[in-house]
């Protein structure tokens, strides 16, 4: 069993940046992948990063690649997501999500946070 906790979010102008962080609580924690998801008013939760359990992997949806950085502490449990040169289109609500593979597939992810929100003004 893992709980997820973010936090980090918050409302920044375009081109900003914000560093969300996840807590998870678990002795299981370093075995599992965990990654971001975010979901904007009317769309669906989509992927945008992943890290594997030792740190080694990592994956991006294109639109972040660059500009996003995933990076977690298994000493800390925890999980965080670096986020430069933000634009309006990365509003959304998001979500820490573990996994026992580093893959895009939200149906994968077992456990979920509540979600914190990031809102980019133009």
């Known amino acids: 069993q893992v709980q997820l906790v973010e936090s980090g979010g918050g409302l920044v102008q375009a081109g900003g940046s914000l560093r969300l962080s996840c807590a998870a609580s678990?002795?299981?924690?370093?075995?599992?992948?965990l990654g971001w998801f975010r979901q904007a008013p009317g769309k669906e939760r989509e992927f945008v990063a992943v890290?594997?359990?030792?740190?080694?992997?990592?994956y991006y949806t294109d639109s972040v690649k660059g500009r996003f950085t995933i990076s977690r502490d298994n000493a800390k449990n925890t999980v965080s997501l670096q986020m430069n040169t933000l634009k309006p289109e990365d509003t959304a609500v998001y979500y820490c999500?573990?996994?026992?593979?580093?893959?895009?597939?939200?149906?994968?992810?077992?456990?979920w946070g509540q979600g914190t929100q990031v809102t980019v003004s133009s």
């Open positions: 678990g002795r299981t924690f370093s075995s599992y992948c």
């Open positions: 999500a573990a996994a026992l593979l580093p893959v895009t597939v939200r149906g994968e992810y077992r456990y």
């Open positions: 890290i594997n359990w030792s740190g080694a992997v990592t």
